[in-house]
């Protein structure tokens, strides 16, 4: 694609579907608004004010709540910002009226932080959602509301090229890139942080003024910690970022589409499952230790089989079945075999005859289709695995959710806990699962240390994931996810401890258990199971970029 004079590619950026603003007010009127140095020019319509919704409002019980509905706030008020100029005047006049903040993008946080009884004013991205290529600083950029669909659909169709996130297509880019980011291509490109140049953050300084600030990974920007923490430093840590800005580590000028990774033409995408019905102990372990020996035998930066990424959905027995979803870039060379091989491999010492995906599990839906390996262009893949679950969209579940990073193969005491408490009877719940999915690749072609997000010799990540529907279950499914989790871990107090096994937690499944000395019995602390020896300098960016502490939740940074 040829690229644009300048001034049309600032039309380009601007030109998204952020939605007009009105006016509205929450405390006492702002004067002068700090300059942002070096950011990009916002359109100029619309009033300097956020749209101010409160209790009063008609869509107020819209606003209050994420994907997990656990967690209902009550703010007294919600600013949807829509502007970069909008949340400096919605910070200063919270921080001037002394009002605790917390910043929603997608609405997939998991755990509290957003919708808190605590917080008094929750700032709402969800409107700056525009995403287009910026000529200034020859790099795309992407506001925090724009969701992964909405990102890969736009940067696909127009320039040819991608980012490797996740899969579900309602996660906002505010708090997915801030808190690492992967996905089904991360075996091949890396992670989503691997490809970010710059940040647009409003940060509030020791006198408690409000300003935007550009941090760069530019060696000499004198701002670049910034930008180191917006590589895996979590969200509502820093400030609000307001604006991202991808381009590929040492790709300077030509055209944009050759600034990002381009995706796979075509992949094929294959989906089996084991009947539990005919799953005992032996060939339950027997799937464990298959999954986990391949990845750990294929987690280098230059594997060839980087190509496949799947996940194996262990599923409780009230489901019916184990699912395997898998998606291999078909434009290798071998992919066929690479997949064949893999499904082979799978099976081995199983005793069990696979067959076709036909129950919903996790964020997947029935795929009976692909019980023979289908191939589908990229694009329309990335759309299928990302929509086709009604579960990602229903507006009654409630969530429990604990992660962690193995670099070994599953020891035969982790297998025998996930087997008593994923064939127990205390729930019988077919939305209960943990979820083993790929890592490794040219994730681990990044010394842990160059970005924020430490986990870059990992194999393969685990989710328990949990969904339920009725409040009295609560308390029998939380217990059922802690109990399980923390006899898996038994050995290290109950967390998977940083070792030659495991690797610590994904901070994008926030956990608050692991701050409670009652599950986390390990003399690990929360902060090292997310971020390891990063933790300390993710402190000092604190101390720098928020020193009042502004911006924090029950498992945010804490000033050194």
């Known amino acids: 694609m040829t690229r644009l004079p300048s001034n049309m590619g600032r039309r380009l ?32 319509t619309g009033a300097s004010d956020a749209v101010v919704v409160t209790p009063s409002s008609q869509q107020y019980p819209d606003l209050v709540t994420g994907m997990n509905q656990r967690w209902v706030g009550k703010p007294e008020a919600v600013c949807l910002v ?27 946080c998991l755990e509290d932080f957003v919708y808190n009884p605590a917080v008094q004013v929750v700032l709402d991205l969800s409107t700056m959602n525009r995403i287009g290529f910026d000529q200034d600083r020859d790099a795309f950029a992407v506001e925090p509301g724009a969701t992964l669909l909405e990102v890969y659909e736009k940067l696909y169709s127009l320039w040819g090229v ?38 647009e953050v409003v940060v509030v300084d020791a006198a408690g003024t409000a300003r935007a600030v550009v941090a760069t990974r530019d060696p000499e920007d004198p701002h670049r910690d910034l930008w180191w923490a917006f590589t895996g430093g979590g969200g509502g840590n820093f400030g609000v970022v307001t604006r991202y800005w991808f ?64 996940f194996l959905m262990l599923n409780h027995r009230s489901n019916g079945q184990i699912g395997l979803v898998t998606q291999v870039d078909a434009t290798v060379p071998g992919a066929d075999r690479i997949l064949a091989e893999w499904l082979t491999t799978m099976n081995k010492g199983v005793g069990v005859q696979p067959a076709a995906l036909t129950t919903r599990m996790g964020e997947f839906s029935a795929m009976p289709e692909f019980a023979a390996p289908r191939r589908l262009p990229w694009l329309q893949a990335a759309r299928f695995l990302g929509t086709t679950n009604a579960t990602v969209n229903d507006p009654t579940l409630r969530g429990d959710y604990k992660s962690a990073y193995m670099r070994a193969v599953f020891p035969d005491h982790q297998i025998a806990a996930l087997y008593k408490h994923f064939t127990s009877t205390a729930i019988d719940n077919p939305a209960a699962a943990l979820v083993a999915s790929s890592f490794g690749g040219r994730v681990n072609s990044v010394p842990a240390g160059a970005t924020a997000f430490p986990h870059r010799d990992a194999a393969f990540k685990l ?98």
Do not use: M
């Not at 300059?35 to 359109?43: D, I, M, V």
């Not at 906002?172 to 075996?187: E, I, K, S, T």
């Open 463 to 560: 989710l328990w994931q949990v969904w339920w529907g009725d409040r009295a279950d609560d308390a029998r499914t939380v217990a059922w996810t802690r109990e399980s989790y923390g006899e898996v871990y038994a050995d290290t107090g109950g967390v998977p401890v940083p070792n030659a096994v495991t690797d610590g937690c994904y901070v994008n499944y926030a956990d608050t258990d692991l701050s409670d000395p009652a599950f986390n019995r390990s003399s690990t602390p929360w902060h090292t199971l997310y971020y390891k020896e990063n933790y300390p300098r993710l402190q000092r960016v604190k101390k720098r970029w928020d020193p009042r502490d502004v911006f924090r939740h029950g498992q945010s940074v804490q000033l050194p």
């Open 82 to 108: 829509s502007t970069t100029r909008q949340i400096v005047v919605a910070v200063q006049r919270a921080v001037r009226a002394g009002k605790r903040i917390s910043i929603r993008s997608g609405g997939h």
């Open 162 to 199: 991608t980012l490797p996130g996740g899969i579900c297509y309602s996660v906002g880019l505010g708090g997915h890139v801030a808190g690492g980011g992967w996905g089904l291509l991360c075996r091949k490109f890396g992670l989503i942080v691997d490809y970010l140049y710059a940040v």
């Open 13 to 44: 950026f601007l030109s998204g579907s952020a939605a007009a603003v009105g006016v509205g007010a929450v405390g006492a009127a702002v004067g002068t608004v700090p300059n942002s140095g070096a950011a990009p020019a916002e359109p100029t």
């Open 247 to 310: 381009r590929t580590p040492g790709a300077t000028g030509g055209s944009p589409g050759e600034l990002l990774p381009k995706p796979p033409a075509s992949v094929l995408l294959s989906a089996i499952s084991w009947p539990w019905a005919q799953i005992d102990r032996t060939n339950f372990a027997a799937l464990l230790k298959n999954y986990s020996t391949w990845h750990v035998a294929n987690s280098g930066p230059d594997n060839p089989r980087r190509a496949l990424a799947s």
